[in-house]
């Protein structure tokens, strides 16, 4: 198993990162929406997945609202050498807690420059252009408009979140997607996301980022699907005194060298359980028993 990956790695400024990160999306309250329950315990999780060799934070704008960026940079900044902040835009909330495009060129500006004055950054190393399946926006413009504010050098890299394989491709048409952020875990690759009709196959885009050499960023990996009890998944997990979760995400750093599983968590404790995974070794054998 490889235990790192670069982002980007024909660019002129490739980001080299630990393949186990850190997504922030929990650390909000309930609904992903306002400040969390225990404001002390959030600020130490990122201290800690730091401290212990985690170089690749996931945030968002619209997580809180705004709730984690300024949760980062109380805790982390100023920022070490080599931590990646990789945030997301296309998206917000309305004051109901729903989730709603915010796509158009000047959406996207707008929120580029919130993340940039709420991380305080100059610049933000990697962002996901989140596509959300009831827009109206076209694709071409939403990464057109991406591709001109990393012109302008507000943005170092842009991937793509929530995609099909049609969509990437079309992305790949238009300039270099250095990630994708997708949907994907062991009980997750097959139906993940259904937009205007469209299916997406979590293999299918995990082979396209293959063959491009494009690092595939799975989300919600233990949030659904995990495998219930009687599963392979759960018989090898008890028979190596590991959680299912632990197993999941070693079995994703093992699944390909291009994923960078970024589990996420409130609690302490568990967040140091998900770093203990990446110590988890698994054979050829364990991997074709699994499946």
């Avoid at 999780?45 to 996931?58: H, P, Q, R």
């Avoid at 238009?174 to 139906?191: C, D, H, L, P, S």
């Avoid at 197993?247 to 291009?258: E, F, G, K, Q, Y």
Wanted: glycine share 8%; charged share 20%.
């Amino acid at each position: 198993m490889n235990p790192t990956l670069t982002i980007a790695p024909d660019s002129a400024r490739p980001l080299t990162v630990n393949r186990l990160g850190y997504g922030t999306m929990r650390l909000t309250g309930p609904d992903v929406w306002g400040e969390p329950a225990d404001r002390l315990q959030a600020l130490e999780i990122l201290k800690t997945a730091v401290a212990n060799g985690v170089n690749f934070i996931d945030t968002a704008d619209y997580y809180g609202d705004d709730v984690t960026n300024r949760l980062i940079v109380e805790a982390l900044h100023p920022y070490a050498k080599d931590l990646v902040i990789c945030t997301k835009v296309g998206a917000t909330r309305r004051p109901d807690k729903s989730w709603i495009p915010f796509n158009t060129p000047d959406n996207l500006r707008t929120s580029i420059e919130r993340n940039l004055r709420t991380l305080q950054q100059e610049q933000v190393q990697l962002v996901h252009l989140r596509l959300m399946g009831h827009s109206n926006v076209p694709l071409a413009e939403q990464l057109g408009a991406m591709f001109e504010l990393q012109k302008e050098g507000k943005i170092q890299h842009v991937g793509l979140s929530n995609v099909s394989r049609a969509d990437l491709e079309a992305g790949l048409k238009m300039g270099e997607i250095a990630t994708v952020e997708n949907m994907y875990g062991y009980a997750q690759r097959t139906t993940l996301r259904e937009a205007h009709g469209e299916t997406q196959g979590g293999e299918e885009v995990l082979a396209l980022c293959e063959q491009h050499g494009i690092p595939l960023v799975p989300f919600f990996s233990l949030v659904h699907g995990l495998p219930k009890a009687g599963d392979k998944m759960a018989e090898l997990a008890g028979q190596r005194g590991v959680s299912v979760a632990q197993l999941n995400m070693a079995w994703l750093l093992h699944r390909s060298p291009m994923l960078l599983p970024i589990p996420g968590t409130s609690s302490l404790a568990h967040l140091r359980e998900n770093l203990q995974a990446a110590a988890i070794e698994l054979s050829a054998e364990d991997m074709a028993y699994l499946g």
